[in-house]
């Protein structure tokens, strides 16, 4: 009975493992719909409410943040989650787990930004461009904006602390660990913080950052899909 239950330990462990290894694609994936949808950034709403209002209730506005920012959004807390699960029965597992909770916690608050992007935002600019231009006044609470500075804050800190926990980890390239944290720096705070802080929009920095983090997201799934399984660890299970 104990032999069939370890060999049941062993088929349901590979099959995690599957999935894992399957996860970590979504962290190019959401890097590159991410990097696509900060490709053209938004006038002004102070300086041109009229551009402003015409960009964001085009049809192109609406996908690219559906498929862009939110899509991108989801695909980025899949990913980290696999990653957290790849390196937790590492060398650096308490770190890895840390930093996923840190960086899913965050980016799951950014969701809240992105939803009102998407569909708040067009309907502003429609009702403007109808005529009805006291609604550039319309102010949201100043709980959103705590909350989307929480989510940068928590975002920024979790994937940084990813990428320490790849270079550490001594099973994932190291050098793909460096150029997560490095994506990470140039696409939320030369990128994100930085665009909010003067233009108020994207800046190509966020681009950039978002490819970085693709590429480094890549050479994480691609060298995942490649290592062997780790062995059950059956002693541990309570089978010894």
């Given at each position: 009975?104990v032999?069939?239950?370890?060999?049941?330990?062993?088929?349901?462990?590979?099959?995690?493992s599957?999935?894992?290894?399957?996860g970590l694609w979504a962290?190019?994936a959401?890097?590159?719909?991410?990097?696509?949808a900060?490709?053209?950034?938004?006038?002004?709403?102070?300086?041109?409410?009229?551009g402003w209002?015409?960009?964001?209730?085009?049809?192109?506005?609406?996908?690219s943040?559906?498929f862009?920012?939110?899509?991108g959004t989801i695909l980025a807390?899949?990913?980290?989650?696999a990653l957290g699960?790849?390196?937790?029965n590492?060398?650096?597992?308490?770190?890895a787990?840390?930093?996923?909770?840190?960086?899913?916690?965050?980016?799951?608050?950014l969701?809240v930004?992105?939803?009102?992007?998407?569909?708040a935002?067009?309907?502003i600019?429609?009702?403007?461009?109808?005529?009805?231009?006291?609604?550039?006044?319309?102010?949201?609470?100043?709980?959103?904006t705590?909350a989307?500075?929480?989510?940068?804050?928590?975002?920024?800190l979790g994937n940084?602390?990813?990428?320490?926990?790849?270079?550490?980890s001594h099973?994932?390239?190291?050098?793909?660990?460096?150029?997560?944290?490095?994506g990470?720096?140039?696409?939320?705070?030369?990128?994100?913080?930085?665009?909010?802080a003067?233009?108020?929009?994207?800046l190509?920095t966020q681009?950039?950052?978002?490819?970085l983090?693709?590429?480094?997201?890549?050479?994480?799934a691609?060298?995942?899909?490649r290592?062997?399984a780790p062995?059950?660890?059956l002693?541990?299970?309570?089978?010894?």
């Open positions: 009975m032999e069939a239950w370890e060999e049941e330990y062993k088929v349901n462990s590979k099959n995690i599957h999935w894992i290894r399957a962290l190019p959401s890097a590159l719909v991410t990097a696509w900060t490709l053209e950034p938004q006038p002004d709403q102070q300086r041109d409410p009229d209002a015409r960009f964001v209730s085009s049809d192109a506005y609406q996908l943040h559906i862009g920012s939110t899509a807390i899949f990913g980290v989650f699960c790849c390196l937790a590492g060398r650096v597992g308490r770190l787990l840390a930093a996923m909770v840190t960086a899913v916690a965050g980016t799951a608050l969701l930004p992105a939803a009102i992007s998407t569909f935002m067009p309907a600019g429609r009702a403007y461009l109808a005529g009805h231009e006291d609604v550039m006044q319309l102010e949201f609470p100043g709980s959103m705590g989307f500075l929480l989510g940068l804050l928590l975002a920024f940084v602390l990813l990428g320490v926990a790849v270079w550490r099973v994932l390239p190291r050098w793909a660990g460096a150029l997560w944290a490095a990470a720096v140039v696409f939320y705070v030369l990128g994100v913080v930085l665009g909010q003067t233009t108020g929009s994207s190509p681009t950039a950052g978002a490819l983090m693709a590429i480094a997201g890549g050479w994480i691609w060298s995942g899909s290592a062997p062995a059950p660890d002693t541990a299970a309570g089978t010894a």
